[in-house]
């Protein structure tokens, strides 16, 4: 008897209430009874989004979304400035580029996170920017950035800002509409504890407004199209009518709740693996950690992929290593979605086995108490 | 105690093996589990496409296929003929509209087939036209048309033939390899029994080629990433697992049947339909009807839309009205997919309860005997 366990970020557990609503027969989406389901879905996103403001629902993985906001927020020969800090920021760059957009690229070291106070000057220098693309928590790296600080600045001036949430919505506050950003892309397999299949994107006025002027070719990432046709809960295409079942099954499980304890439990499981993984020795690899993901340096001598390796083989645990550059130098623990303090535990009893077998000096239960003294309190 | 049913052209009914398959516990991407999964599920899409040719697995609905054929087939400037005689033919030339191609419409009357050699007319006096775009079974219409003489024809010339497969894979015969049909498109939702959010592209050599060639922007429907990638039994983005792990139940389940007796399932059933239609006076639309989907002329004074309405209301059923134009004119009752001999007799006695209901003369049983003595055969 071996059990699984995804202590990934991303793809993360699916609650067995929502495996079973996805379970259920799947309805027409021409019909009363997918206007209803989709309405009240679309009113729980607006309450997670904190946003008065359409938040469209897309058959797509996060790329997708982060497509969208591109070809609906910008136009030929647009500048952009790109914050890139990790794998999903380049990605930033790399779509604006497949786009033919002029994109002025800010380099984050990898564990570092913008300081906001750069931005602005890159933005009173080059005010022809139309838009400021950011990551809220790279989860390349397990850097959160300060979004909140970056969206003070931008709201200044005429750029939009639009930002990959994918691993931040539902983890740590984001107040859309109050903080004044004006595109928030997520997706289903992270914080909202659904199989991948679903993106999300809300758009401020602004953000709508460019979409009106936008002149980059989009077809099936039309947002116009999306929300013209989602304000009459139906969607332009063809809906993945199964997983749109389980959100709202999961948004059901969030707003019971409440964002202020969701917030303060990812904060919570994430402080207990810090501390459970520095009191085994190693080294925090963010300087502004994430409590979505823990990124950890791999301790000299060891492979990070081999940690990610013996995880997955001998304990059947799914973390992640480190992508790119950043291959065998990290390896990630996640703590965000269908989590809970146990599974930290089991987390961290895990990587003190598998430490000890790949010759790293372990004293077993050091990393266990260490975390459970932060859960306790 | 009422039961729905789908006899709608998609989304179509998901049998419970399928069901069950995507309510396993969701399992990481990036592991040799998932590997071993997506490794399997290819192998058996190559079979249902009749290809040695990749099929590649996107998380979208069908329209962000068709758009992933236009920005890999085609470059800026390009002239394509579109086979317009329906919705989805339509929609073709739409997407190719929206990013800049020159589209020469062949406008087929809705309910009518294309005549392949008004094709090779167009490709004859039009010698640098890039690419066909057509439809095999149009879903609006009914209509199924000749893609082996269509093929036939335009692999004489340079041109790529592109087809929106959606409704016909899995239930008619189309031998991508043999036929030389350059791309082919699929979604997940119609004979393929599961719920929408996956859709699939496949291309010959000289698509590949042209996909290499073209320059288009691209990412997150970038055929080139998505095939080096695919080919390690990976996906580029995040793929949506859980409709993956059904998909390969759902081929397993056809694969089990075998392509020839799925292909005569359909025409049985359609057959079956269009007997109990008529039998109750009522005329087809399509002069060269798909085996997928009945599309059925509203009789005289009887609204089609009413006809859909109160199959649903009343008797649990969901059918298709008509789209567009065809709005009221017609209603479609679909054989595609998960369905068997009782789910036509059901639809043809629903639909006889409720042309009575509407004022319709109907002597109840004759659409039911008409339909059966094709079933028995």
Known sequence: MKKFRLLAPGPTPVPPEVLL?????????????????????????????QTDQDVLILAASGTGAMEGAVVNACSPGDRVLVIRGGKFGERWAEIC??????????EIPYGQAVDPADVAVLLRHDPRIAAVFATHSETSTGVLHDLEALAA??????????????TSLGVVDLPMDAWGVDVVVGASQKALMLPPGLA???????????AERARL???????????RTQA?????WTPAISLVAGLKAALGLLQAEGLPAIFARHERLARATRAGVTALGLTLFAEQPSPAVTAVKAPDGIDGEAIVRTLRDRHGISIAGGQGSMAGKIFRIATLGYADPYDVLTGIAALEFTLAELGYPVRLGDGLRAAQEVLQK
């Open 232 to 236: 009459k809960n139906q969607a332009a």
């Open 153 to 166: 600045i931008v709201k200044q001036t005429p750029a939009l800002l639009v930002v990959d949430a994918i």
């Open 217 to 227: 070719p989009r077809y099936y990432l039309n947002f116009l199209t999306e929300r």
């Open 97 to 106: 580029q497949a786009y033919g957009l002029t994109v002025i690229p800010l």
């Open 200 to 210: 999300f994107a809300a758009l401020s006025e602004r953000a709508w407004a460019a």
């Open 21 to 49: 609503a996805m379970a259920e027969p799947v309805i027409h989406h021409r019909t009363p009874e997918f206007e209803a389901l989709f309405a009240e879905t679309r009113r729980r996103l607006q309450w997670l989004f």
